[in-house]
């Protein structure tokens, strides 16, 4: 293998300053993957039966973003085996697979034969956040199945991936609590929310709005309005799926019938980090002013361009897309197009509705 082997020590030092720094894993996980032998290791972390988060060494981060982009982690064994096993170290493909049922599985059959891989090891190790940290390694096709020997070298990593598991758990937590209290500072009531609407941090705004908010068991939270709950709870279910919309925004109503915005935004996107996948950070907005708000504010909210924003403002304003584009000298064609892009990133299917969706944000203070 290219390279050289680095020492057990430095392994573990670096180990600890990846969970402070994400971005060091790939190198990390590489020199782990030299003491034995393989051309890189993964690290993954599940949750709700689905993974949320990745780092890989880079000779296997092409083969990675491949097999998420299949079904075939629903369809494979591997995982569910492994996790069943409750085993406080790494086991090999053999042991919890026959030969034939390794021949078969799709990890193998389907992805490993795909990328001239064979033989693998992994270890599931339980996270206090609800998390499953897997670490997986597999290796080329030509060469030999792991020994006892790579078992032992890999087993003496568990422990630190485990501490530092936790480690970057809990700073994430830190991380969570501060955003939603950085939102409360300019006055939005916020909570992060995982995909089974169990809520991580929330700001005190949010816990005042009892008329739209119930807190359920569990640390669970759900909107009164039952529309807008359903709602909530498919946009909280698709966080995994990489192809749902970034953001998704609609209207709630209080039992009273005051209305608010929600508006839900994945914490992570396409690039995502080991412990920040599968969360939401949700804002709920009661509608208090018609009205409209800052350009910029709509900008910075919903991603827009310049020109978006503009267009976004003068809608709330009750301009008409004729009066747009003869005020902005561009055509009718033109301010079509990018209501249609205000929509997507809105989340709304119809103009009244990102409208009204607009209209309903507070005028906030831009600093």
Not at 119 to 134: E, K, N, Q, Y
Not at 205 to 230: K, S, Y
Request: glycine content about 6%.
């Amino acid at each position: 293998m290219n390279g050289c082997v680095v020492d057990r020590d430095t392994i573990i030092q670096g180990i600890y300053e990846a969970a402070a720094i994400p971005e060091l894993w790939p190198v990390v996980l590489e020199q782990m993957g030299r003491t034995v032998n393989t051309p890189g290791v993964v690290l993954l972390t599940r949750r709700s039966d689905a993974w949320t988060g990745h780092a890989v060494a880079k000779p296997v981060e092409e083969a990675l973003l491949a097999y998420l982009g299949t079904d075939i982690a629903q369809r494979s064994e591997s995982t569910r085996r492994l996790i069943a096993a409750d085993h406080a170290g790494f086991l090999r493909n053999d042991d919890v697979f026959s030969r034939q049922e390794w021949e078969l599985d799709p990890l193998r059959n389907e992805w490993g034969r795909q990328w001239g891989l064979n033989s693998a090891a992994a270890t599931a190790i339980s996270v206090p956040s609800g998390d499953f940290l897997v670490c997986h390694l597999q290796r080329r096709e030509q060469d030999p199945s792991f020994d006892a020997a790579d078992i032992a070298a890999l087993d003496s990593f568990r422990p630190h991936l485990a501490r530092a598991g936790l480690l970057a758990a809990r700073w994430r937590l830190q991380r969570l609590r501060a955003a939603t209290e950085a939102l409360a500072l300019i006055g939005l009531p916020a909570a992060v929310l995982d995909r089974d609407g169990r809520t991580l941090a929330a700001n005190s705004l949010i816990e005042t709005l009892t008329e739209h908010v119930h807190w359920l068991p569990r640390d669970r939270m759900a909107l009164a309005d039952q529309h807008a709950d359903r709602l909530l709870q498919q946009v909280l279910a698709r966080l995994f799926d990489p192809q749902a919309s970034p953001v998704q925004s609609f209207a709630s109503r209080a039992a009273a019938g005051d209305a608010a915005v929600v508006h839900v935004v994945p914490t992570a996107g396409q690039a995502r980090d080991v412990f920040d996948g599968g969360l939401a950070v949700l804002v709920l907005t009661p509608v208090t002013t018609p009205e409209a708000p800052d350009a910029s504010l709509i900008r910075a909210l919903f991603d827009l361009s310049a020109g978006e924003a503009r267009v976004a403002r003068s809608l709330t304003q009750g301009q008409t897309i004729n009066r747009i584009a003869a005020d902005s000298g561009v055509s009718r064609e033109t301010v079509r197009t990018q209501v249609k892009a205000i929509m997507t990133k809105t989340g709304t299917s119809r103009q009244a509705e990102m409208t009204a969706l607009l209209a309903g944000l507070r005028k906030l203070p831009l600093r």
